[in-house]
T-cell receptor
Framework: DSGVTQTPKHLITATGQRVTLRCSPR?????VYWYQQSLDQGLQFLIQ???????AKGNILERFSAQQFPDLHSELNLSSLELGDSALYFC?????????????FGEGSWLTVV | QQQVKQSPQSLIVQKGGISIINCAYE??????FPWYQQFPGKGPALLIA?????SEKKEGRFTISFNKSAKQFSLHIMDSQPGDSATYFC?????????????FGSGTQLTVLP
C-alpha cells in the first residue's frame, strides 16, 4: 500500500458526461501528480500541484481540469467525455520537488466511457 | 521534447535467468532515474533508483547500471523469479522551473517462466 488513496476505483459513464476523480496523497506529501495510462499512450503526465499551486502541465486536454485543496487532496475533473478518454488515471504524490523524492502512485481509477 | 526510450517491449526469461531492460534518454537535465514495477490492476511502485553521479546501484537481485556519457541506463534482474513477472517502467526526472516532472519509458512486459 503506497498510502495514496484514489476514488472511485472503477467508473463507467456515457460520452458527453462529466466525472470527478479524487485523490488523497500520502500523509505529509505536498506534491500531487496526475497521470493517464492507456494501452497506446503508456503513462502520460497530465498535471502537477505543489501545496495547492499548479506547477506543471503535461498532455492534459482542455476538457480536463484539476485542483489541489488546502487539505492537500486533489481532484481531476474530466468533462465532455469521449470514448478515447477511457483509461486508467493515476494520482501520485511526493514530499517535495528534490531529486530522490520518491513519487508514490495510487492504485488508479479505471474510467470507461461508453 | 523530453523522451525516455525503453526496450524491449516484452521479455520472456526462464526462472533463474537474468532479465535486462534498457533505457536511453536525451535530456541532460535529468537528475534522477527510477525504475517502477507495475502488476496488473495496481499502480506503479518504485523498485530502485539511481542518480547520475553513480554508475551502478544494487538492491538485492535488482541492479541499475548507468552510463552518463552514453545517456543510457539499464535494469538487471538476477535470478529472475515467476513473481517478478510484471511491467517495468524506466523513468527520468528533472527539476524544471518550479516543478519536478517524471517522464516514463513505454514499459517492458516481463514474463518469467517457471
Amino acid at each position: 500500500d503506497s498510502g495514496v488513496t484514489q476514488t472511485p476505483k472503477h467508473l463507467i459513464t456515457a460520452t458527453g458526461q462529466r466525472v470527478t476523480l479524487r485523490c488523497s496523497p500520502r500523509s505529509g506529501d505536498l506534491s500531487v501528480y496526475w497521470y493517464q495510462q492507456s494501452l497506446d499512450q503508456g503513462l502520460q503526465f497530465l498535471i502537477q500541484y505543489y501545496n495547492g499551486e499548479e506547477r506543471a502541465k503535461g498532455n492534459i486536454l482542455e476538457r480536463f481540469s484539476a485542483q489541489q485543496f488546502p487539505d492537500l487532496h486533489s481532484e481531476l475533473n474530466l468533462s465532455s467525455l469521449e470514448l478515447g478518454d477511457s483509461a486508467l488515471y493515476f494520482c501520485a504524490s511526493s514530499v517535495g520537488l528534490g531529486a530522490g523524492n520518491t513519487i508514490y502512485f495510487g492504485e488508479g481509477s479505471w474510467l470507461t466511457v461508453v | 521534447q523530453q523522451q525516455v526510450k525503453q526496450s524491449p517491449q516484452s521479455l520472456i526469461v526462464q526462472k533463474g535467468g537474468i532479465s535486462i531492460i534498457n533505457c536511453a534518454y536525451e535530456n541532460t537535465a535529468f537528475d534522477y532515474f527510477p525504475w517502477y514495477q507495475q502488476f496488473p490492476g495496481k499502480g506503479p511502485a518504485l523498485l530502485i533508483a539511481i542518480r547520475p553521479d553513480v554508475s551502478e546501484k544494487k538492491e538485492g537481485r535488482f541492479t541499475i547500471s548507468f552510463n552518463k556519457s552514453a545517456k543510457q541506463f539499464s535494469l538487471h534482474i538476477m535470478d529472475s523469479q515467476p513473481g517478478d513477472s510484471a511491467t517495468y517502467f524506466c523513468a527520468a526526472s528533472s527539476l524544471g522551473g518550479s516543478a519536478r516532472q517524471l517522464t516514463f519509458g513505454s514499459g517492458t512486459q516481463l514474463t518469467v517462466l517457471p
